[in-house]
């Protein structure tokens, strides 16, 4: 059964909703269209199919080990590791000049959704080594660059990023691995990290760690923790790879699901010197680190997606050949049973997951879109405004696919009833697996503190702003449209809503910052629903618009998905955020009034 | 840390809201009280922390293995069940005349919940073992019973249900497991059953299989099936235990959590004649074995609501010690940082938990409350009232614990972070092994049309009239006190909507089952959300009437408590239930009219 994104939904969220063939007049972008992108996408959804999806159970059942102090992984991921090297997808969005294919940001976050659909204990191991060395490339010098990134994007070495600490877990200000100064300009680190993903396996000759730290005397909190690069083995001038720089594995942690993944406990210069090398200035390292998490905050909703997505298409095949029961209407025990996609119930479960996992990709393809936006839209203003935008719905990116895909999968198991309960069948890992995506990259509630804290209140709400007037200029589009206008109305008022929540939140939190955050969690679910009613408003107003044009046969049930999905949404999504604003409009005092001595 | 049902709370349900001190009175429970109770209680909760939490990671471990035909277990399974079979707990409601405490089914109830706080996937052995028992007790002859109850009842032998086919799944009525009439009385039965829990091991020296099955020339559908008693091996007259009898395990399903538990597939009569002895009569074997479902109904709801207060405790424990990040008001980084509890948000995520696992344990005992009403209430009307009650309450016993500590558990993983979702840890074995109380025993859909469309209509809907009748009342207590009154007036208008809603939908489905029936799992939502709302307004009435007289100290902490978790149920929770009905109201047709070639 399918355990992949569908290529035509694909394919309309790229050129029909996300518009990506206007990026061909972009400079950077010249000589591409469709017919590079779609080779680009065939690439990627064959490497998966080849050489990620047959080991996804293989990952799952035999976890990397630690012997005599070597990590042990399963001949799969290395050959999902060297196709994926070579097809280069690594480097796809970088430039020309560094060996990269210079792809757009949201065609390059498509393919790596065909890798993570298939398989996504391997495809973290290249997502993190391209997360790596777009840090590198964005804020390393022209020497650092030319060393690191060729080995990096070639897939010779590969990368990671290491900020958590055992004792400071979510909370970065209190990191204490340190780093004292060399006479050669260089760093010794000396540290322990924790929940190391890819931190340690013996895929490339080299791994390349993004390590936060504090110089000896720099101030305390956030403003005093830089970034360095701080090699496994020593990295040679000439490039070759000498012995070991002291980073040792003290600990594999065992987890629930993503086991092709190692997830390590690192000590850095325990048992010797670790040399690290500085990135930027001093005291500056959270501000790049952010270049990469926000980027790997976007990664791990797509990685949601791209799991919710195959549970979805999973289900869904199996709703329409598996035979049980009969319609509530039918007492005749003599009728033949029918395919479960008949039952209504099962319909809603497959819409749910429909509008999740079509939903989550058209946001975390949207995001994409708007990092192209940014480095390459020709007017200042357009780029300042992708900026604005993608600041807002960075949180909601990482938080609400992980949230919404989750149940999505539930939802998968539920239609299979026992057998997606059982190991024998694929679902049960797609559940595993997906719950690590509310809590890495800063949990959830991180994520709604980050939103409402930061986002909705910087430049004077600036942010906000700009994606009240985006999902206004829908709203306006759709109102237009014969069969849309209720949709439209139900938005707007979700709208009106929302702003009338985050007025009086702001003032809330000037007043006390911790009652006014104190119900950061419903605020992010309140915005999430009202970014995901826009983004099925959109697609329907696609739709219609095609259906219209005289779309027929497939085409037409293709876009009358797309308008029953947004239905279903406005039906039975969105109605849910009323609960949410009027316990915001209260900040109800439930939680913030509750006490240690009452539990 | 705590993985247990806490006692001071098992204590104010059982004695200060649901009045298990007015059982007493009763004929079958002379000599009993409070201290033969707490005893019972403090034996099963020895048994549990001694026999059953030590092996639960083993359990998930270990899974048992066919090895040649036999399936071999872990040593420690073995010792839960010797344990409990000392304990005498199989046999604690049974009469005394049986060897039975004849204890009353809330006092049995509350201590299994021991049991499955600890390792479900032990204790599910014990309980499908007196399950099984309790029908042949029910439905049996006199010489059924005397033959088959002692070992059983003893832990000499064990017992399973053994209902679904692998082509049938949850639709009964396509049963095609064959008994053919033998000149003896006795029937030899051939067939194939599915998903059959602890249907093989080696614990006991026989298995007591309970089948579905149809008798050469019953009719089709639900009214041609009987109930046989089968055994794993040939069952001798004096009571020893000879050869096979031809039940065969052809293969044991892997699942993703519950592992202690065989889940089996098994053939009956495949390699030689297999003897079934019928329950009752022919082609009753449904209604009887519904006895036995609706007991396993509230069981599975009972399983959930022991998990996920397990973890509830779990996670308050760890947020109470663990310390990170400060309040959002806190600029200065050299101050220490807070235990998490001071996150509002974590305080969130606990008090959702303590409202589901508590609710649902409140619950569940008033449901095993209402089975010792409806046996022994001295009053006939109060005995009809009763099984009304549970009627139209065992559905959402069965859906709504097992959904909401979900989400419990879920929110214990958030509270851990990165530890929740570590194998190290405790918590994601809970959110594993609770995922399957969705599934088993008729998933929570199936639940969803039993309530709306068999137990809201029967009888001219007595059962919910009966359900309303009990809420107002409630209501009415409340309304009297001090600080109540909002509480009591959102129950009320919730239930005056709940009402609109029910009206509504039962004139659809007499118009059109299937159309009426289609959005059954919302209505099951509304109702569960009520009927907790409930159970927090009793529990808070209980609470505020203690504080009035006087309660101080911990005793006043432990009903604070109690009054916070009701105010946040109110705030939180039973506020989104009127999206839910809405969507009912109009009775939305989206799922309905989706089409498969749409999706």
């Not at 946001?363 to 007017?379: H, M, Y």
């Not at 309960?421 to 049960?428: H, K, L, T």
Request: glycine share 8%.
């Amino acid at each position: 059964m399918t355990l992949q994104i569908d290529s035509r939904d694909l394919a309309f969220l790229l050129y029909e909703l996300l518009d990506v063939d206007a990026l061909a007049d972009r400079p950077r972008f010249t000589g591409q269209g469709r017919e590079v992108y779609n080779a680009v996408l065939d690439t990627a959804r064959g490497v998966a199919n080849e050489h990620y999806a047959p080991f996804r159970k293989d990952n799952d059942q035999h976890e990397p080990q630690l012997v005599n102090g070597v990590v042990v992984t399963t001949p799969g991921l290395k050959q999902g590791w060297d196709a994926v090297a070579e097809s280069g997808l690594i480097a796809s969005t970088h430039d020309e000049s560094r060996g990269g294919m210079q792809l757009p940001h949201v065609i390059a976050g498509a393919a790596i959704s065909f890798l993570e659909a298939a398989n996504v204990g391997s495809a973290s191991y290249p997502m993190l080594t391209a997360g790596a060395a777009n840090l590198i490339a964005a804020f390393g010098t022209e020497e650092q660059q030319s060393f690191w990134l060729p080995p990096m994007l070639t897939g010779r070495w590969s990368g990671t990023m290491a900020l958590t600490e055992p004792d400071a877990g979510s909370s970065l200000s209190d990191i204490r691995t340190h780093a004292t100064p060399a006479p050669d300009g260089t760093y010794s680190i000396e540290g322990t990290k924790i929940w190391i993903s890819a931190g340690d396996h013996e895929l490339t000759e080299n791994i390349v760690h993004l390590v936060l730290a504090r110089i000896t005397g720099a101030p305390e909190g956030t403003k005093g923790i830089s970034l360095f690069i701080v090699p496994k083995r020593v990295a040679n001038a000439d490039g070759s790879v000498g012995g070991t720089n002291h980073v040792t594995t003290a600990g594999l942690i065992h987890k629930m699901g993503w086991r092709g993944t190692t997830s390590t406990l690192l000590n850095f210069g325990e048992r010797g010197p670790c040399v690290g090398h500085l990135i930027g200035e001093a005291n500056h390292g959270l501000l790049y680190m952010f270049h990469l998490m926000n980027e790997a905050r976007i990664g791990v909703g797509r990685a949601a997606t791209a799991m919710g997505y195959a549970a979805f298409r999973y289900s869904l095949d199996y709703a329409r050949t598996r035979k049980q029961g009969r319609l509530p209407g039918e007492k005749d025990p003599t009728k033949p049973p029918v395919a479960i996609i008949e039952h209504a119930d099962v319909r809603r479960m497959l819409l749910q997951q429909k509008c999740a996992a079509e939903g989550s990709l058209a946001l975390v393809l949207a995001c994409a879109r708007l990092v192209d936006e940014q480095e390459t839209a020709p007017d200042a203003a357009e780029r300042a405004r992708a900026t604005l935008l993608l600041d807002v719905l960075t949180p909601i990116a990482k938080a609400w696919p992980s949230a919404t895909c989750q149940d999505g999968i539930s939802n998968a198991m539920q239609v299979l009833g026992g057998y997606g309960y059982a190991r024998e069948y694929d679902v049960e890992q797609l559940y595993r697996d997906n719950r690590l995506n509310q809590i890495h990259e800063g949990t959830n509630a991180i994520q709604a503190l980050d939103l409402l804290g930061r986002k909705v209140t910087q430049q004077q709400g600036a942010a906000y702003r700009a994606l009240v007037e985006r999902i206004l200029q829908s709203v306006a589009e759709a109102s237009a449209i014969a069969g849309l206008a209720p949709m439209a109305d139900a938005l707007r008022a979700a709208t009106e809503r929302l702003t009338a929540v985050t007025t009086s939140l702001v003032s809330a939190m000037r007043a006390d910052p911790t009652r006014g955050l104190a119900n950061a969690t419903a605020y992010l679910e309140l915005v999430s629903r009202t970014v995901f009613a826009w983004l099925w408003l959109q697609q329907a107003t696609v739709a219609a618009r095609a259906l219209s044009a005289g779309a027929s046969g497939d085409a037409a049930a293709f876009y009358q998905g797309k308008l029953q999905a947004a239905r279903f949404y406005f039906g039975f999504e969105l109605p849910k955020s009323v609960a949410d604003a009027a316990l915001l409009l209260r900040n109800d005092p439930a939680a913030y009034d509750m006490q240690d001595a009452w539990f």
